[in-house]
């Protein structure tokens, strides 16, 4: 249960409805993971709150005076050669991209990778003719920024980004921390397990029960079986979804019994679920700029290991002896399947290729990473509009609506981020979408 879960269950529990959740991981938050680690708060999973206006994360952090603090950070640049030449440029064309990736509507390119290397080559013709011919520095910026957009959309290419996007995003402070609190706040919040809160008296939450067939009836006088891998069956009126796309796209077609409707079924296989991973490393003291974003750039070619296609380096707000390197799409993929001492071993060598010019580096004291893909109850971080997805402009509504009974009933009902066409991949879009079906029931 996340954030879509947890919404919808407290809220059907404050209205005095007898809620039960099933959750097959060892915790509650989903896609939400704060853990202690050297000392410190980390989120091997959502980082920020995005957004402060009309937030229900936010709301809810303030209705209960509990500060949440935003996080700027600047962007500074390394090369792995240590060329500081063209490092103007550099940031002239990064700050581009940033501000164009932010109106990727309405314009005549179907990708996102197609239009920013079309913004890219056109402000390097007009502004800095002398690189218009330069195919190694253009192929390089390239690749900084398809990385770099991976790691914001968890897209393995920006060129299955579509600039057609139906996302939106909420107003104020995009990156606002809950530092010292940690994400898992919202959730006790929820729960009113915050400060030894005694919990909700309608809600029963059982953890480590991996559901394996929901089995809804079409008539009208049926109840829902919920069966578990333990044999354990539950029977209820009603049933919300919340699992992931990613666990949808692997058991949608033995999940549900009856079969689900192909509308619902498109949607799960048109729709994209992408891969952010984080590798963070504590270190016996600050060794860096704290409020620093730090993107490298690959001079070497030849060198095309993992390591090095990283989408950037940063500091938790929370732990500020440890750094989090940023990966997405396949190098992400692959990190999951080697050991923490060779992940550890590649990203020191990172930082010292790219860092060790200006930097005295130590070795780390302990690393701690997210393995999203690998987790068998997740398989993914969050959703993106791929290029199929204009093509199919009612995927998320579809995937969201409920299946009816002969009355028209809502029996099984959906909900989580990949289901909220506006403010999919973040924790309140899912919260959203938890409220959205906790009031198509209450209001049935």
């Not at 947890?6 to 060892?26: F, M």
């Not at 995009?174 to 919202?186: A, C, E, I, V």
């Not at 019994?257 to 963070?280: A, C, F, N, R, W």
Request: glycine letters at 8%; a negative charge.
């Amino acid at each position: 249960m996340g954030s879509a879960g947890v919404t919808a269950a407290t809220i059907l529990a404050k209205a005095g409805k007898r809620v039960l959740g099933l959750e097959a991981l060892d915790r509650i938050g989903g896609r939400v993971k704060t853990v202690q680690f050297a000392g410190g708060i980390i989120e091997e999973g959502a980082e920020w709150i995005h957004g402060t206006q009309n937030s229900r994360v936010y709301d809810l952090a303030v209705q209960n005076n509990i500060t949440v603090i935003p996080q700027d950070s600047d962007f500074l640049i390394f090369r792995s050669d240590g060329n500081q030449t063209l490092m103007p440029v550099y940031y002239e064309l990064f700050n581009l991209c940033l501000e164009k990736s932010e109106y990727t509507t309405n314009v005549s390119y179907e990708s996102t990778g197609d239009y920013l290397t079309a913004e890219i080559i056109s402000y390097i013709k007009k502004n800095h003719p002398h690189l218009e011919h330069d195919k190694q520095f253009i192929d390089e910026f390239l690749d900084v920024m398809n990385l770099f957009i991976n790691a914001y959309e968890a897209s393995y290419d920006w060129h299955d980004v579509t600039t057609r996007s139906t996302a939106e995003e909420l107003g104020g402070h995009l990156h606002t921390s809950w530092h010292k609190f940690g994400y898992k706040t919202f959730f006790e919040l929820m729960l009113n397990t915050y400060n030894n809160g005694p919990g909700l008296q309608n809600l029963d939450i059982k953890l480590n029960t991996e559901v394996t067939k929901i089995i809804w009836p079409k008539d009208t006088s049926g109840e829902i079986k919920v069966v578990c891998a333990d044999g354990q069956t539950y029977t209820a009126n009603n049933a919300i979804v919340t699992v992931s796309l990613g666990v949808l796209k692997e058991r949608y077609n033995t999940l549900f019994s009856p079969e689900l409707p192909d509308y619902k079924i498109t949607s799960i296989q048109k729709m994209s679920i992408g891969l952010l991973d984080k590798v963070i490393l504590n270190f016996p003291h600050k060794w860096w700029d704290q409020n620093k974003i730090y993107v490298m750039i690959e001079a070497d070619k030849s060198n095309d290991l993992w390591f090095t296609r990283h989408g950037d380096v940063s500091t938790p707000l929370a732990l500020d002896t440890a750094l989090t390197i940023w990966l997405a799409g396949e190098p992400a993929k692959t990190a999951e399947t080697l050991t923490d001492e060779i992940v550890q071993q590649k990203s020191m060598e990172l930082l010292r290729r790219f860092m060790g010019r200006n930097y005295t580096i130590p070795e780390p004291n302990g690393i701690l990473r997210s393995k999203w893909l690998s987790n068998p109850f997740v398989r993914g971080s969050y959703t993106y509009d791929n290029l199929e997805t204009p093509k199919y402009p009612k995927a998320r509504e579809n995937l969201g609506a409920p299946l009816l009974d002969a009355s028209g009933t809502p029996r099984v009902l959906f909900a989580g981020e990949a289901t909220n066409p506006l403010h999919y991949g973040t924790v309140h879009g899912a919260s959203e979408t938890g409220y959205r079906e906790a009031m198509r029931l209450l209001n049935a």
